[in-house]
């Protein structure tokens, strides 16, 4: 059974900055792409980031780029996400998410339960 | 970048209804488009990929079809089990905008 379990979210000023971890397991880790995707509270669906299977390339949205950073450990079937220079407006429960298909980009075929992250002073 | 619509932002129906929802990307996005369903306080599920292959498990009451630029989700006889919000997502990109959600609520 594919299980996402993200940790890491917790209350931060603005300006601060946070790494969350997604540890998985029941599926080949090093095989799929992995995502982020964030919702701020009553809001919408954001897709933040993702890296692909090797970890040799990572896409940004624009709200996030140069400030987080996406990362994986094969090793330790885990995805990260650094969160520097945070922002009120990060707010948001931040999921992670596996890819449908092996050696792919898109769509998100498993889900985590999320880790909020609350930016406020 | 891709912006992307979904019409209406809330649907009102009743059970055994057919209906529908439209989700427009700002440029064609081929059939690189997946719809997810989400329920209050839990994960989206996948529906539909590639604008009309059902996921593995979901009713065949679902169905997407559309490309290029506009799209659709239909769902042929709404059961109790359907009332839940809508997104849609493009990915022809190396970025996966999602729309702005359909609520489907009970009339």
């Known amino acids: 059974e594919v299980q996402l379990v993200e940790s890491g979210g917790v209350l931060v000023p603005p300006g601060g900055s946070l790494r969350l971890s997604c540890a998985a397991s029941?599926?080949?880790?090093?095989?799929?792409?992995m995502h982020w995707v964030r919702q701020a509270p009553g809001k919408g669906l954001e897709w933040v980031s993702l890296?692909?299977?090797?970890?040799?390339?990572?896409y940004y949205a624009d709200s996030v780029w140069g400030r987080f950073s996406i990362s994986r450990d094969n090793s330790k079937d885990s995805l990260y996400l650094q969160m520097n220079s945070l922002r009120t407006d990060d707010t948001a429960l931040y999921y992670c998410?596996?890819?449908?298909?092996?050696?792919?980009?898109?769509?998100?075929?498993?889900w985590g339960q999320g880790t909020l992250v609350t930016v406020s002073s | 970048d891709i912006q992307m619509t979904q019409s209406p932002s809330t649907l009102s129906a009743s059970v055994g209804d057919r209906v529908t929802i439209t989700c427009r990307a700002s440029?064609?996005?081929?059939?690189?488009l997946a719809w997810y369903q989400q329920k209050p306080g839990k994960a989206p599920k996948l529906l539909i990929y590639?604008?009309?292959s059902l996921e593995s498990g979901v009713p065949s009451r679902f169905s997407g079809s559309g490309s290029g630029t506009e799209f659709t989700l239909t769902i042929s006889s709404l059961q109790p089990d359907d009332f839940a919000t809508y997104y849609c997502?493009?990915?022809?990109?190396?970025?996966?905008?999602f729309g702005p959600g359909t609520k489907l609520e009970i009339k």
């Open positions: 590639e604008a009309s």
């Open positions: 998410g596996k890819d449908r298909e092996a050696f792919g980009e898109f769509p998100l075929e498993y």
């Open positions: 997502q493009q990915y022809s990109t190396y970025s996966g905008t």
């Open positions: 440029q064609s996005i081929r059939n690189w």
């Open positions: 890296i692909t299977w090797d970890g040799g390339s990572t």
């Open positions: 029941g599926f080949t880790f090093d095989d799929y792409t």
